[in-house]
């Protein structure tokens, strides 16, 4: 499959997130979603990435402010019925909260972002 092909998939998949989230109650706005090579080195260097290789980079992530009872909020637990229901819409979306798909909050966490990985 190409790219392309994945990034409808993904921007699909992406539409039904925002209207499950609008439907359990939450609010998301767009935190960020493509990024330069340039950015995701400084990330990099910085910390706030683990990779060069981040789906970003193909237009295949985004990372969302997510509002809870008009709150924003990062928290695990908050975020995670969202995450979940991330995972179960493709076989290749990843919820940042839970990158080994354990169902545990453990390694990297980063509760924001929602990705198609291929």
């Known amino acids: 499959m ?4 994945y990034q409808q998939i993904f921007t699909s998949n992406i539409s039904c997130l925002i209207q499950f989230a609008e439907r359990s109650g ?3 706005t767009f935190g960020e979603a493509f990024r330069t090579n340039e950015q995701q080195l400084l990330y990099v260097q910085t910390g ?10 193909r237009r295949l992530a985004v ?7 008009g709150n924003l909020t990062y928290k695990w637990e908050d975020i995670k019925p969202i995450g979940d229901y991330w ?3 493709h076989e290749n979306n990843r919820w940042g909260g839970d ?5 545990i909050k ?3 966490i980063d509760t924001p972002h ?3 990985n291929v």
């Open 2 to 5: 190409k790219l392309s092909e």
């Open 26 to 28: 939450y609010r998301l």
């Open 48 to 57: 706030k990435s683990k990779t060069m290789n981040s789906n970003h980079l």
């Open 63 to 69: 990372d969302f402010n997510v509002f809870k009872n």
């Open 87 to 89: 995972e179960s819409l």
């Open 99 to 103: 990158w080994n798909k354990n169902d």
């Open 106 to 108: 453990d390694g990297f």
């Open 114 to 116: 929602f990705e198609m």
